[in-house]
């Protein structure tokens, strides 16, 4: 979706049409007059007709080229076509140049700046080797009267909040001689959606408490789950009718079942540490993109699935994204994704204040490397407070530590070491850690947590 300082990036002249402000002399005017000044003044001199044949039709051609210069200053539109673009797909801009004067433009130079993310391409300027951003130019012929558009398009590789613009534009007129100044538009804003991550989990949640649904509860009602056979009663169907038990019994018995209902996800960020560079889709994955991508995934698998997700931050902002269910929720995630980014300081939270506003029935899922020692007191509180908890580490493996000096290799497998057992700590917690390899990643710690959540629980009296 675009969006930016002007609608759509198109910005009037400042100067008045009718001044001479708007266009400036170039340098091959400077060269043309002086070379035809410097032969009259020799013809002059030295009394050589021949040096003012020579110097005459130079003065002439200037004289005719600036007679029909051109008033108004050429207009310009920047615009976006693709709206709601996603992390590999393409997209496209056009840069719109508009001659509204009665003479017609030698040529005219368009520039484009725009974030190194956004691989933009098109138009004659494409010949040479492809840079990441900048300020490319555009060459472009604008006759009299008439708009011309240079079409641009390429991938947007990673995603986030992108600026494309602002896009600027010289106009050479009068045979090359005048030069327009640069009229410039305003800077639209590019949102690039996350690629979710291949994700599935056939595992029953822990707790499924809603109203409507399809996870498996431990509370009776219409559902696929047999959860025994009882005596019929007021209110029970025929087609539950059990007719073995009832023959044997000569008392009608219906079959019981469990209810289907939706649960509650909560997909915590850790942003406390990032690690790794980005590398844009296709490329190398840091800390960050893998966590906004799993959580992308994680909130599309279930949302699709009728359940309620919301979304919290870990981080200096402590944003939270309430929880509801639908694909307007989905796109409000996407949404929310665009703005996490690593906050090194964070309030001194730990566990049970994030658990303050936590049901006690939702899976909490919380994506973090476990790089800062605060991330795992957060993790046990929140195991500590009640709350079923899975911890998803988006810790790169092929994450490498850069050789500093001879002892780097060394404390570098002193760091993984330290980080395994606070690992080993955290599922004593009742905490299982999980790496994230997209489907079925969470399936063998679902179904872990939902074993604990059926567990009779100790009552201390």
Request: proline letters at 6%; aromatic letters at 4%.
């Amino acid at each position: 979706m675009s969006q930016g300082a002007s609608p759509e990036g198109d910005l009037e002249p400042v100067a008045a049409a009718d001044t001479g402000d708007n266009w400036a002399p170039t340098r091959a005017l400077g060269r043309a007059v002086l070379v035809a000044g410097l032969l009259l003044v020799a013809a002059v001199l030295l009394g050589r007709t021949d040096l003012v044949i020579l110097a005459a039709p130079l003065a002439l051609s200037v004289a005719f080229a600036l007679a029909k210069r051109p008033r108004s200053l050429p207009g310009l539109r920047l615009s976006t076509v693709e709206s709601f673009p996603v992390e590999g797909g393409d997209l496209g801009a056009t840069v719109e140049v508009e001659n509204r004067d009665v003479t017609g433009y030698d040529l005219t130079v368009v520039h484009l700046q725009h974030s190194p993310w956004l691989r933009l391409e098109g138009g004659a300027a494409d010949a040479g080797p492809s840079r990441r951003g900048g300020n490319r130019p555009y060459v472009t012929l604008v006759p009299r009267g008439v708009a011309t558009a240079v079409e641009l398009a390429g991938p947007a590789v990673r995603w986030g909040r992108h600026w494309l613009g602002p896009a600027s534009a010289h106009a050479v007129a009068g045979d090359g001689l005048l030069v327009s100044r640069a009229v410039v538009t305003g800077a639209l804003g590019v949102k690039v959606y996350p690629l979710t991550d291949p994700f599935k989990a056939d595992e029953a949640m822990p707790r499924a408490a809603g109203l409507v649904g399809q996870h498996r509860s431990r509370r009776p009602g219409e559902g696929g789950e047999l959860a025994g056979v009882r005596q019929f009663g007021p209110g029970d169907r025929l087609r539950r009718v059990d007719w073995r038990v009832s023959l044997r019994t000569e008392r009608l018995h219906v079959a019981a079942t469990l209810s289907d209902r939706d649960a509650e996800v909560v997909v915590l960020l850790d942003l406390l540490a990032d690690a790794g560079r980005s590398g844009g889709i296709g490329g190398a994955s840091s800390v960050l993109d893998r966590s906004v991508r799993a959580a992308a995934a994680i909130a599309e698998h279930y949302l699709h699935r009728g359940d309620r997700v919301s979304v919290l931050e870990y981080g200096a902002q402590a944003r939270r994204l309430r929880p509801a269910s639908g694909r307007r929720q989905y796109l409000t995630v996407l949404e929310w994704l665009l703005d996490a980014h690593p906050s090194p300081t964070a309030q001194e939270r730990g566990g049970a204040q994030l658990a303050a506003g936590i049901s006690a029935a939702a899976l909490v899922v919380v994506l973090t490397p476990l790089l800062d020692a605060r991330s795992a007191s957060m993790l046990a509180g929140l195991a500590r407070s009640g709350r079923f908890v899975v911890a998803v580490d988006t810790l790169p493996s092929d994450l490498t530590s850069p050789p500093v000096n001879t002892w780097s290799d060394v404390s570098y497998r002193l760091w993984k070491a330290e980080r395994e057992n606070t690992m080993g700590q955290l599922g004593e917690h009742g905490v299982p850690v999980v790496a994230w390899a997209g489907a079925g990643s969470l399936d063998a710690v679902l179904r872990d947590v939902s074993r604990l959540a059926a567990a009779p629980k100790a009552v201390l009296r």
